[in-house]
């Protein structure tokens, strides 16, 4: 499964930015899907999760509330809602996808896409 993520930019505090990461070659419906981050200098972390089913989705506290995950089956698209964005949620973002998966924090993904940077000025 190849992901392609993109979507990033620069925005100021307070705004909002959605991602995509959309495949090629190959259907997400029997893959979770998740995003994750990585600041600079700092290890890679979980943001946002969705089972292979759709039926359920995981966020990581720092971003519950304002980040909503979703996924289009029929464009093989999975999105990143991001609204309120903070300075601290700079950092460049990446998507992954695991085969009929929960899509947890600590769920074994095994797909990955490149990263898009996202910026947020204060």
């Known amino acids: 499964v190849q992901l392609q993520a993109s979507g990033g930019g620069l925005v100021q505090a307070g705004g909002s930015l959605r991602l995509s990461c959309t495949t090629s070659g190959r259907t997400l419906i029997t893959y979770a899907v998740g995003w994750f981050r990585q600041a600079p200098g700092k290890a890679r972390e979980f943001v946002a999760g969705m089972n292979w089913r759709g039926s359920t989705t995981n966020y990581a506290d720092s971003v519950k509330g304002r980040f909503t995950i979703s996924r289009d089956n029929a464009k093989n698209t999975v999105y990143l809602q991001m609204n309120s964005l903070k300075p601290e949620d700079t950092a460049v973002y990446y998507c992954?996808?695991?085969?009929?998966?929960?899509?947890?924090?600590?769920?074994?993904?095994?797909?990955w896409g490149q990263g898009t940077l996202v910026t947020v000025s204060s």
């Open positions: 992954a996808a695991d085969h009929m998966g929960r899509g947890t924090a600590g769920s074994d993904f095994d797909y």
